[in-house]
Structures are given as C-alpha cells and as structure tokens.
Nanobody, 127 residues
Framework: QVQLVESGGGSVQAGGSLRLSCAAS????????MGWFRQAPGNERQFVAA????????SYADSVKGRFTISRDNAKNTLYLQMNSLKAEDTAVYYC????????????????????WGQGTQVTVSS
C-alpha cells in the first residue's frame, strides 16, 4: 500500500558526491525499517545500507562503509543516502525499501525481508 519514490540520481565523476532521497506516499502506521539496495547489470540486487525506525541503528555494506551515510526524517516520511567519494564500482540502479518491524531499534539487511520497494534511480560514476 505504501509507494516509495527515489530521486537524486545522476552522473558524476569519481570522487564526487550525490544525495539520494526516498519519499513515502504516506506516513507509516507503525515502526518501519528502511534500507538502500543497488543492482548493476549482470549482478544481483545487493545490500547497501539500512536504518532502524528510531534512526539510532544503522548498517552498511563493507564496500560503502566510511563513504555513504544513511539517514531518515520520519516527520517528512523520507529516507536519504549521502554518497561521498564515489567510485566507478558504485554505478548501479539504487532502490529504497521499507518493511514493518516489531521493534523500532532493529535494522534489516536482507532484501527478501522488505515488503515495499521504489522504482529505482540510476547512479553513474565515471573515471
């Protein structure tokens, strides 16, 4: 029932930055964990970052740790991904996802656990 729409993708040079946003169509009725995944041609959709409902717990894939920051603003029903020091290997379609959880402090990192997905936004990094 919840629609998610990503924005902020584009083309940048290696070393540059992008900020992705994911807007939910309505306020969530209860605790909702969210995350970012990406998929490059020929590859499986893989985990990038996740955040708990409270915002106090985050998790990152090793490949982006130290470069990406996930955050959320529940009052705006919006999820963010700040991407710095971008590399060519970061080129992919980025998807946001959301799923209800029983605790506001849990973080979900497996794609099969998510109930709602956005349409994706393309990120292209050239060197």
């Amino acid at each position: 029932q919840v629609q998610l729409v990503e924005s902020g993708g584009g083309s940048v040079q290696a070393g540059g930055s992008l900020r992705l946003s994911c807007a939910a169509s309505r306020r969530f009725l209860g605790a909702t964990a969210m995350g970012w995944f990406r998929q490059a041609p020929g590859n499986e959709r893989q985990f990038v970052a996740a955040i708990s409902w409270s915002g106090g717990v985050t998790s990152y894939a090793d490949s982006v740790k130290g470069r990406f920051t996930i955050s959320r603003d529940n009052a705006k029903n919006t999820l963010y991904l700040q991407m710095n020091s971008l590399k060519a290997e970061d080129t992919a379609v980025y998807y946001c996802a959301a799923t209800p959880v029983v605790s506001g402090g849990v973080v979900i990192t497996t794609r099969w656990s998510y109930s709602y997905w956005g349409q994706g936004t393309q990120v292209t990094v050239s060197s």
